[in-house]
């Protein structure tokens, strides 16, 4: 039995009305107020509520994916024909290094983390993320390295040593310039980001989630993002330091990876392929989340299995970092050693099983809803259960050794990630766009984007199995003809097209409903988690008061006769947020929340300046820790308001005493 949205009523002295609003729509008026961002331009560069830094860091990063697209546009028309002279053998370089590096660095984790930050909080009741100034500085560090990438390729100054960039062709003898180091300090940026996201995410989860959201009830996204957060922040440290040992060995003379003084070319082999592989999985877990919150929606019924679904999460995330040798069976590591990595390969196929087949038990006894969102949730089972097929394949060392310079693993690639995180995560997009907006996207529109989408994908990146057998290399900027290639390249870059035509309907379908879509109201799906309890879009506070959850999906269950249904207590004139015990959700105080401050913008210049000045000289970590310290001793200086909110929450009651 499904209920409407959540009364609200902040106050005991408030009534709450039949459909939630509140009675007294000032202090509605007020609660929306305090947690607003500031107007006009100033505000701008204050601005601190997650859905405004979600919504800027969710825009960055589908510009950076249609740049990327557009590099592999260039990279496909380049190779429709043998012996093309579109582009040369050093800008390919450059084009295919920017396409790899946007995709996997600037758009696959980064738009996992935007939605999000921008989501996680409405899934849990809370009014805002933790450390809403922290998430604002990630937004700016991510964009700035964005952008220094981009600018340094418009000057011809791109790296040009793939996206993965294995010394030596990445060290100072062979890369000579600043191609490489700009390159490295792009991903000190975006890890940079990556991390503060982690630990933003991990905390909202942990510490503010509405009372009653234990931890069984918490939605199966939340723990999708929950347990690739806490990936993060074990796998991102590895490519840092294995960049920053690559920027030390190019600018300052160490020989880390240079075998003629001590140095091993393969250490960084294994330090970036232990932060490689499991980023599949940081880009895939997210995936994994879209479809649990779509499905059970379009199902009509609650997930099959909830248990096994998160053990499953987390079993992921644990065995993904023992792979990453499977990326290096090419090396002259130990036989036996590469024995254990197969076997591990293998195994993390059981927990992405398990989900699959409680989906499927799922989708068996409900009521299924064709709608665009479903569509492409749908299509997850056939794109990336083929590539996990292949992944299987590739698990053996002696068909890898045979394959793994070949397109063959361009195609395995392409089929794990488009297929566990892009086609769901244009499901999330069609799912979620109403709470974003306000509005619904056509649906006629959908589902042609749809049917282009998967069409083309599957005619560009198919034939690249079948290329891969006939031993077309990968990272080649042209073939000869008579090769026996030029037929599947061909299709390959007209089923390329197809898809860039089908993402464009998506992107025109987005624009046009933004203006004219149907009016959405607060649940067009009549979905049972939190976040479609409250207005869409949803108001600067999220909910005029927190409420409290008695359910795993709490607009499908009944509120038991008598149990409450919203905190009170909580100041509508100042950021207070509950803050709730780790397992059970049980409220322990409120904390104030800081202020909209332009100090996480200025600092993230400041960062700016010290991380790209370092690529010109070691002294720019000396200087240019100046302006850093300045800005963050700024944004920490303790201002009279914060000190007189913290010690009035001092003397306030438990808030245990508040829950009406």
């Not at 990445?170 to 991903?187: E, H, L, N, T, V």
């Not at 942990?206 to 074990?234: E, I, Q, Y």
């Not at 599947?488 to 992107?507: H, P």
Request: aromatic residues 14%.
């Amino acid at each position: 039995m499904r209920h409407g949205p959540l009364d609200a009523q902040p106050d005991p002295r408030l009534a709450a009305t039949k459909d939630g609003a509140l009675a007294d729509g000032r202090i509605a008026a007020l609660v929306d107020a305090t947690w607003d961002d500031p107007p006009g331009l100033w505000g701008w560069f204050c601005a601190i509520n997650h859905k405004t830094i979600a919504c800027r860091f969710l825009v960055t990063t589908l510009v950076f994916f249609a740049l990327g697209g557009l590099l592999a546009a260039a990279m496909r028309l380049q190779l429709a024909r043998p012996e093309n002279k579109l582009l040369g053998p050093d800008l390919y370089n450059q084009v295919f290094t920017m396409h790899g590096t946007t995709m996997m660095f600037l758009f696959a984790v980064p738009v996992m983390q935007a939605l999000a930050v921008y989501l996680v909080p409405l899934m849990v009741g809370a009014r805002s993320v933790a450390f809403p100034r922290m998430n604002a500085y990630a937004y700016y560090v991510f964009l700035f390295g964005g952008l220094m990438l981009y600018i340094a390729f418009a000057l011809n100054s791109a790296g040009d040593a793939g996206w993965f960039a294995y010394p030596p062709l990445s060290g100072p003898d062979y890369s000579p310039g600043k191609r490489i180091d700009f390159w490295a300090q792009m991903s000190t940026f975006t890890e940079l980001a990556s991390l503060i996201e982690a630990v933003v995410i991990v905390t909202t989860v942990f510490k503010l989630r509405a009372p009653g959201m234990t931890l069984d009830r918490v939605p199966l996204f939340v723990w999708a993002m929950l347990v690739t957060s806490f990936t993060v922040m074990f796998a991102m440290p590895a490519v840092m330091l294995s960049s920053t040992a690559l920027l030390l060995d190019r600018l300052v003379g160490t020989h880390f990876y240079n075998p003629g003084e001590g140095g091993d070319p393969l250490l960084w082999q294994h330090l970036f392929w232990f932060f490689g592989h499991p980023e599949v999985y940081l880009i895939f877990m997210p995936g994994l989340g879209f479809l649990s919150a779509i499905i059970p929606t379009f199902s009509r019924r609650p997930i099959f299995g909830y248990t096994a679904m998160v053990l499953s999460l987390i079993a992921t995330a644990f065995l993904s970092f023992g792979l990453w040798v499977h990326h290096m069976f090419a090396t002259n590591l130990p036989e036996l050693g590469k024995s254990f990595f197969t076997a591990a390969s293998m195994m993390i196929a059981i927990p992405s099983a398990t989900q699959i087949f409680c989906w499927l038990a799922t989708l068996g006894s409900g009521r299924l809803v064709l709608r665009t969102p479903m569509l492409y949730a749908l299509s997850f089972f056939v794109i990336l259960v083929l590539g996990g097929m292949t992944g299987l394949m590739l698990a053996s060392v002696s068909l890898d050794t045979q394959v793994h310079d070949t397109y063959f693993v361009v195609a395995h690639l392409h089929y794990v990630l488009m297929g566990g995180a892009v086609f769901p995560l244009f499901g999330a997009f069609y799912y979620w766009y109403p709470k974003f907006t306000g509005r619904l996207m056509a649906e006629g529109l959908g589902k042609l984007s749809f049917w282009l989408m998967f069409a083309g994908f599957n005619v560009a990146f198919f034939p690249m199995h079948v290329l891969g057998l006939h031993g077309m290399p990968r990272r080649v900027y042209t073939y000869q003809s008579g090769m026996g290639w030029e037929g599947a390249n061909l299709v390959s870059s007209v089923g390329a097209f197809v898809l860039a035509f089908g993402i464009l309907v998506t992107l025109v379908n987005a624009v046009l409903s933004a203006r004219r879509g149907a009016v959405a109201g607060p649940d067009p799906w009549g979905a049972g988690t939190l976040e479609w309890a409250t207005a869409s879009p949803p108001t600067p506070a999220n909910f005029h008061a927190i409420p409290v959850v008695h359910a795993r999906d709490p607009l499908w269950e009944p509120v038991p006769a008598g149990a409450p249904t919203h905190v009170a207590g909580l100041s509508a004139g100042s950021r207070e947020q509950l803050v709730t015990t780790l397992v059970d959700a049980i409220p322990s105080h409120r904390a104030a929340f800081p202020t909209p401050t332009p100090w996480p913008f200025l600092s993230a210049v400041a960062s700016t300046i010290l991380l790209a000045g370092s690529v010109f000289t070691p002294w720019a970590v000396v200087w240019g820790g100046v302006p850093v310290a300045v800005a963050l001793t700024a944004w920490f200086w303790p201002r009279r308001k914060d000190v007189a909110s913290a010690l009035a929450l001092e003397k306030a009651p438990a808030p245990g005493e508040g829950v009406a």
